[in-house]
Nanobody, 128 residues
Framework: QLQASGGGLVQAGGSLSLSCVAS????????IGWFRQAPGKEREGVAC????????YYLDSVKERFTISSNSAKNTVTLQINSLQPEDTAVYYC???????????????????????WGQGTLVTVSS
């Protein structure tokens, strides 16, 4: 099970830290990442930790502002979002699946095609 938290209402330019706690399995054994779905848009994967030999995968449009990190001891993954923009408004989901090479399969993962477990979402609303 994956439990996400940390969403809320933030003004543009602000920051948020989203957290996801895993129970029943060890996050280190999986690729773990964050997706978001904005109103009227398709879901997209924004950041993922999969293969430590290659570093995290980030969607190009967010890589300067989003940082993903994991804490093995707490079995959690965190998404730090800085310089929030109204277009970041979305429901954010954490998700886990088999590991993959981000340099080869990052785009495939971002489409949600490599994910097996989904947490409930946490809503991020950015006001202008």
């Amino acid at each position: 099970q994956l439990q996400a938290s940390g969403g809320g209402l933030v003004q543009a330019g602000g920051s948020l830290s989203l957290s996801c706690v895993a129970s029943g399995f060890t996050l280190d054994d999986y690729a773990i990442g964050w997706f978001r779905q904005a109103p009227g848009k398709e879901r997209e994967g924004v950041a993922c930790i999969s293969d430590l030999n290659y570093g995290p995968y980030y969607l190009d449009s967010v890589k300067e502002r989003f940082t993903i990190s994991s804490n093995s001891a707490k079995n959690t993954v965190t998404l730090q979002i800085n310089s929030l923009q109204p277009e970041d408004t979305a429901v954010y989901y954490c998700a886990a699946g088999p590991r993959f090479r981000p340099d080869i399969y990052g785009a495939t993962w971002s489409q949600g095609r490599l994910t097996d477990f989904w947490g409930q979402g946490t809503l991020v609303t950015v006001s202008s």
